[in-house]
């Protein structure tokens, strides 16, 4: 595979064909999303979503998690979130989680994560302590865990109170081609048909 042959296809196929639609992107960004997911390869968020530049505004990290309002722990995500809401104006938030999440089976069962990775252990203790075994329960906690999380910053529960926001919970299943949503904090997940 050969990444740099892979951009000149692109260039090639996709900008140069569509020269305008690239060129007013330099004008600026007014996504409507702020997606957050975990940075596992087999999530690739514009293709899931069907959507094109300009249009997702995305943080990942392993295990889609992010820290209360305060926290000092993870800096450039808080500040992400900040950046989304308050200046950009983000209409939907989505904390996006997934089947097989690595992150999710090493924090259900720590001991196998080498103790040469000091980071890591720091920031799975980061995340919700489960009380189960149960993967797809620990990940549906993890995700509800997050948006609560949310709701930590004012302004972010300011405008979900007024309904100017919207916070989503997905779980996505990419070796089924299946999303169970979580429409709203602490709810029940069901499959996205519901919401065609
Ligand atoms: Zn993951």
Redesign the pocket.
Known sequence: MSLIHNFNAFRTQEVLPKANFYKELKKGQAPETLFIT???SRILPNLVTGTKEGELFVIRN???ALPAYGEKTDLATSATIEYAVLVLGVKRIIVC??AH????LARSDQSQVPQSCGYLHDYLNTMPQFKGKDIEENIKENIRHQVNNLLTYPYVKEAFEKNELNLRGWLYHFDEGNLEVMQEPNGDFSSWEAYL
């Open positions: 975990c940075s596992d392993a295990g889609n989680g997934h999440c690595g992150a999710i």
